[in-house]
């Protein structure tokens, strides 16, 4: 407990100086603010992500504001592993509480680490989460008060994509070994031979409309009378069925407008083509499923199936040019993660969100060029957040929309 109040007075004594500037700091001079029960009590469970910047790593601050009495349950963890957090916690009364822990001898309660406080209507409290070893990349902070419970999730601007890994897309996904190969080829479809058209059959013929060659692809059809669709693919860019009828036929391709259009098949053996028209210069794709770990510039292994796509899409398309663009949620200062230290340099990244951006870029274009794209065809460049499609995002999915993947056609 000496320890922890010694950081606090530290601390403390160093907010004075960093309140001078026009940023807003979560210190004790403006901390969140907590009222108890928690506003829209009806609503059992709330959830809050608040980002600060990286001068705030020392220390994070509440005020609870008990507008009733009962017992408040709290548990604090860390979202980086390495990190290392602590609690403590201040009944107080008065109107400077900086000034009053550091000149007046406030002390701190001796329970704040049991978890569990019975608050008192009109007592207010100041929580300290108070960093001591890692990284400081932020906390989880649960509450509960009268059988409502509110998640507050702090995070540290620097560590927002290892927040998302978290909270995200661990939860969602099956873990996968760190040092999985990336580079395994996914197994062709068995292709079977098809002829002239048999009698009674409809011939469905897939073509690039700027290249006037045929497209391999998958794309969804059936019966209109079914109500529903099934997913189909071509065999050497056609597609041959006995259905007679109303049928949809729907083509959403990688760079290629969507296709949506009605048939009414006949017993007449006939050939339709499917004309799939390719984007053109000044537009774009953007890649959301291209995935790297957090703070590296190494690819998880489920972008595979994105990036062949996209090769395809290059490889059918040669007269186009591409600008590969890395795209992160701000220009943060990047450092190494220790638990991926035993792996290779992807990695291991240290310095600016733009440089970052860029070598995700130049991974993407080496994938491609690897799987048969013309490296003549491609450049890459690295923006870092200069161009974020959310300015000031509020939430971690706001911030996934920041961090991205952009192929534009320049020629």
Not at 70 to 85: F, G, K, P
Not at 130 to 158: D, M, P, R, S, W
Not at 175 to 194: A, C, D, F, H, S
Not at 240 to 264: A, C, H, I, P, Q
Request: with cysteine.
């Amino acid at each position: 407990m000496k320890r922890l109040f010694t950081t606090v007075l530290v601390t403390l004594l160093s907010v004075f100086g960093i309140a001078q500037t026009n940023e807003q700091h979560p210190d004790c001079l403006t901390p969140t603010t907590i009222i108890l029960p928690f506003e829209n009590a009806l609503n059992q469970w709330q959830e809050e992500t608040i980002y600060y910047t990286p001068d705030d790593k020392y220390t994070y601050w509440y005020k609870i504001v008990a507008a009733q009495s009962d017992t408040l349950y709290y548990q604090l963890e860390s979202i980086n592993e390495e990190d290392e957090y602590n609690v403590i916690l201040f009944q107080y009364k008065g109107n400077s509480f900086c000034n009053d822990v550091v000149y007046k001898n406030t002390q701190p309660l001796s329970n704040a680490n049991k978890n569990a406080l019975f608050v008192k209507a009109g007592d207010v409290y100041y929580l300290g989460v108070l960093h001591l070893n890692g990284k400081g990349c932020g906390h989880y902070l649960k509450l509960a008060f009268k059988e409502t419970v509110k998640e507050v999730k702090a995070i540290q601007n620097e560590c927002i994509e290892d927040a998302i890994e978290r909270y995200v897309y661990l939860p969602k996904k099956k873990t996968v070994n760190l040092e999985q190969n990336v580079e395994t080829e996914l197994k062709p479809v068995p292709k079977t031979k098809i002829s002239e058209n048999r009698p009674n059959e409809t011939v469905f013929r897939f073509i690039n409309t700027v290249t006037g060659k045929a497209i391999e692809t998958n794309f969804r059809y059936g019966k209109i009378s079914d109500e529903k669709l099934d997913e189909k693919q071509t065999q050497n860019g056609l597609f041959t069925t006995s259905d007679t009828g109303m049928v949809l036929l729907e083509v959403n391709k990688l760079g290629y407008s969507l296709f949506k259009e009605t048939y009414r098949l006949t017993a007449n053996n006939d050939t339709v083509e499917i004309r799939l028209t390719p984007i053109k210069q000044g537009e774009k794709l953007h890649m959301y499923s291209i995935y790297f770990y957090p703070n590296t510039y190494a690819l998880k292994p489920e972008s595979k199936p994105e990036l062949l796509k996209l090769a395809a899409f290059m490889k059918e398309n040669p007269n186009l040019k591409f600008e590969i663009q890395g795209h992160t949620n701000g220009n943060n200062r990047i450092s190494k993660n220790k638990k991926y230290e035993h792996l290779g340099e992807a990695w291991n990244f240290s310095g600016s969100a733009k440089k970052l951006s860029k070598m995700r870029a130049e991974t993407i274009k080496k994938f491609l060029v690897e799987k048969g794209v013309n490296p003549d065809n491609l450049i890459t460049e690295g923006y870092g957040g200069d161009r974020m499609i959310v300015k000031n995002p509020r939430t971690m999915e706001q911030a996934m929309r920041n961090i991205r993947v952009e192929v534009h056609v320049i020629e």
